[in-house]
């Protein structure tokens, strides 16, 4: 990694970006800063404009105004889009080579010599964790070791910024934890990153910061446990999941309780500050009731709610 890059500037700065597709504003005076080793979540829903800002800062579309420095680099230069690494939402890799082929190809492509791209292979390789599935075919290998071969492609040539666009689409659990601790050695040896993400647990576990893009901006920003506090306080999320859906006669009883009418009919849900001895005669009232519970949960906010309340305040129902 370049050291002269991104120590006395943040390695990505977006100031007031405006970008129009047919027409039609899709990000309007957006601001972004990322500095060294920072994990910044990008969260919104689909079509709110976070791949359009990915292919702006790529230098793939062309902004109507506003500024994108990447290590203090006007990011069209070529000095600068070369400190970036994408790893876009589909598997950019040959199908019918194997992991380290791919990866000799795309050190290749990125203009590193071939002793070069063997140093570069061994970095990657360590990096992802992909010693002992390197020299297999990458159709045969399982989501998850695509998804590392595919991150292990885009550092090659040690970018300050890596940028993942949805990165465990298609992955199950161990894998995507697999992932996130690879995305946490990454971050911890100053290598910035830029997630965009429908997972709220894994942006809630990764990233120091977050930000929701909806309407063209981003807002709010912050610290995820910061932003839940400023949400909620100290309120719990008391979650009732039901068998079967209940009665008009249940529903008004559990709307006079303060639940939710969710579009979900087997779920309720409500926002309190409760002790431990009112959860449990809450539950007791509510396993008394006439309703088929399946499942009663007190727990804290989470991203996932917040992101659910952004998006019903700017589009209510």
């Given at each position: 990694?370049?050291?002269?890059?991104?120590?006395?500037?943040p390695v990505l700065s977006v100031d007031q970006l405006n970008v129009n597709y047919r027409g039609r504003p899709v990000l309007k005076n957006l601001d972004l800063t990322i500095d060294p080793g920072e994990i910044f979540g990008?969260?919104?829903?689909?079509?709110?404009?976070?791949?359009?800002?990915?292919?702006?800062?790529?230098?793939?579309?062309?902004?109507?105004?506003?500024?994108?420095?990447?290590?203090?680099?006007?990011?069209s230069q070529r000095q600068a889009l070369r400190q970036i690494g994408l790893v876009p939402q589909e598997i950019a890799l040959y199908p019918h080579m194997t992991a380290r082929e791919n990866l000799m190809v795309f050190a290749?492509?990125?203009?590193?010599?071939?002793?070069?791209?063997?140093?570069?292979?061994?970095?990657?390789?360590?990096?992802?964790?992909?010693?002992?599935?390197?020299?297999?075919?990458?159709?045969?290998?399982?989501?998850?070791?695509?998804?590392?071969?595919?991150?292990?492609?885009?550092?090659?040539?040690?970018?300050?910024?890596?940028?993942?666009?949805?990165?465990?689409?298609?992955?199950?659990?161990?894998?995507?934890?697999?992932?996130?601790?690879?995305?946490?050695?990454?971050?911890?040896?100053?290598?910035?990153?830029?997630?965009?993400?429908?997972?709220?647990?894994?942006?809630?576990?990764?990233?120091?910061?977050?930000?929701?893009?909806?309407?063209?901006?981003?807002?709010?920003?912050?610290?995820?446990?910061?932003?839940?506090?400023?949400?909620?306080?100290?309120?719990?999320?008391?979650?009732?999941?039901?068998?079967?859906?209940?009665?008009?006669?249940?529903?008004?009883?559990?709307?006079?309780?303060?639940?939710?009418?969710?579009?979900?009919?087997?779920?309720?849900?409500?926002?309190?500050?409760?002790?431990?001895?009112?959860?449990?005669?809450?539950?007791?009232?509510?396993?008394?009731?006439?309703?088929?519970?399946?499942?009663?949960?007190?727990?804290?906010?989470?991203?996932?709610?917040?992101?659910?309340?952004?998006?019903?305040?700017?589009?209510?129902?």
């Amino acid at each position: 990694m370049d050291a002269s890059v991104g120590e006395s500037h943040p390695v990505l700065s977006v100031d007031q970006l405006n970008v129009n597709y047919r027409g039609r504003p899709v990000l309007k005076n957006l601001d972004l800063t990322i500095d060294p080793g920072e994990i910044f979540g990008l969260l919104g829903p689909n079509g709110a404009g976070k791949t359009t800002l990915i292919r702006t800062i790529c230098a793939r579309i062309k902004p109507a105004s506003g500024k994108i420095l990447i290590g203090g680099k006007e990011h069209s230069q070529r000095q600068a889009l070369r400190q970036i690494g994408l790893v876009p939402q589909e598997i950019a890799l040959y199908p019918h080579m194997t992991a380290r082929e791919n990866l000799m190809v795309f050190a290749r492509l990125a203009g590193l010599s071939h002793a070069q791209a063997l140093d570069a292979l061994d970095y990657a390789i360590e990096a992802c964790k992909l010693t002992y599935q390197v020299d297999d075919y990458v159709h045969t290998l399982s989501g998850g070791w695509k998804r590392r071969a595919n991150l292990a492609a885009a550092i090659l040539h040690r970018p300050t910024l890596l940028i993942l666009d949805e990165p465990t689409v298609g992955v199950d659990i161990d894998a995507r934890n697999a992932l996130n601790g690879v995305i946490k050695d990454l971050s911890a040896d100053r290598l910035a990153v830029l997630l965009a993400t429908h997972d709220m647990d894994q942006a809630e576990t990764l990233c120091g910061s977050v930000g929701f893009l909806h309407d063209g901006a981003l807002a709010p920003v912050g610290n995820p446990a910061q932003l839940l506090h400023t949400a909620y306080g100290e309120r719990q999320e008391v979650l009732v999941r039901l068998r079967e859906p209940a009665s008009p006669e249940v529903c008004k009883m559990l709307s006079d309780l303060g639940f939710s009418n969710d579009r979900n009919k087997l779920e309720r849900r409500q926002l309190l500050k409760i002790t431990a001895a009112q959860q449990t005669r809450l539950t007791k009232m509510l396993e008394a009731s006439p309703l088929r519970i399946r499942e009663i949960r007190f727990r804290k906010p989470g991203l996932d709610l917040l992101f659910l309340k952004i998006k019903n305040e700017q589009h209510p129902t």
